[in-house]
């Protein structure tokens, strides 16, 4: 995990350092946690070519949707699935598409890449 960051935007790691199926998780460097609340935390991973990021959270209750680090697909490896209570969710959009929060959606982060390090946008 990395929490290197640059007001706004925070390093999560070199965009060669992801490959296909890979998800990296990442704290979420926040300025004014709420004290006693968990720490937020996202993932990062390749679709098709394009790298998403989210933050770890759904949104059925709001608890993290991974039980294995770097684990998040279904077993057909085509969705996003919260451990939970199995909700499933595009990779794409993180649109959740069956489960308990259907039609709803995890957050996405704005990406960048700077310097060959991927950045995500923190959220307000
Ligand atoms: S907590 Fe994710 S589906 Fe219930």
């Known amino acids: 995990m990395s929490d290197r960051t640059n007001d706004q935007w925070q390093t999560v790691c070199q ?3 992801l490959t296909p199926e890979k998800f ?3 704290r979420v460097h926040q300025k004014n ?4 609340a968990m720490p937020l935390t996202g993932f990062l991973f390749l679709d098709g070519r394009e790298p998403r ?10 608890i993290e949707l991974n039980w294995m680090p ?11 699935q919260c ?34 390090a991927i950045q995500v946008r ?3």
């Open 15 to 17: 965009f060669d350092e």
């Open 24 to 26: 990296v998780e990442f």
């Open 33 to 36: 946690p709420e004290p006693g």
């Open 53 to 62: 990021a989210f933050l770890n959270q759904c949104p059925h209750l709001g």
């Open 70 to 80: 770097g684990r998040f697909m279904d077993a057909d490896n085509l969705f996003i």
């Open 83 to 116: 451990s939970t209570h199995g909700a499933l969710f595009k990779p794409g959009t993180g649109e959740c598409i069956a489960g308990p929060c259907q039609g709803d959606a995890l957050p996405a982060l704005d990406l960048r890449v700077e310097g060959g």
């Open 122 to 124: 923190l959220p307000e």
